[in-house]
């Protein structure tokens, strides 16, 4: 499988939220269109509502892990262990990448934003954020956990990709 990573980079720094970007994404290797995906992720981005909390791209990681291997039983405790060992698995390697997977932490805020209102998508505002980068991340670690095979991983590994 070609890595989708750039894409995923693309489509935020086109103007869709964090959390969008990286679910829509990859949201079509699981069945789902992507008008749906982008519908689905949009309330997750800016940390949940803009309220910078668990980041969006975070959040886009547990919802694809959740289409992969969820659990539709409820009385099947394993499979509940299995998807929540998963998405801490994933969230652990991005805090590990990045320092943190709440999002006002990766942006340096000390409280939850006041507003509701998004800022506007300028050049300034990409080169102000570490959010391109951190879409990019969490693509990496959906790809290494949820859809290369081993040895897909090892030529991404050795070719730099």
Do not use: W
Request: hydrophobic share 35%; net charge negative; aromatic share 6%.
């Amino acid at each position: 499988m070609e890595s989708r990573v750039e894409k995923a980079v693309k489509t935020f720094e086109s103007g869709f939220g964090c959390a969008q970007s990286v679910f829509s994404t990859y949201a079509d290797l699981f069945g789902m269109d992507r008008e749906t995906a982008l519908k689905l992720a949009s309330p997750m981005g800016g940390g949940m509502g803009r309220m910078r909390e668990v980041c969006g791209a975070v959040s886009a990681m547990a919802l694809l892990a959740g289409l992969k291997e969820g659990n539709t039983d409820p009385s099947n405790e394993e499979g509940k262990e299995r998807i929540y060992l998963l998405v801490r698995q994933m969230s652990d390697k991005f805090r590990e990448v990045n320092g943190s997977i709440i999002c006002r932490e990766l942006l340096g805020l000390l409280e939850r934003e006041k507003s509701a209102k998004p800022e506007k998508r300028t050049e300034e505002y990409y080169a102000s954020r570490p959010c391109s980068r951190l879409v990019a991340s969490a693509a990496r670690i959906i790809e290494e956990n949820l859809l290369f095979t081993d040895e897909e991983k090892c030529h991404t590994i050795t070719s730099g990709e």
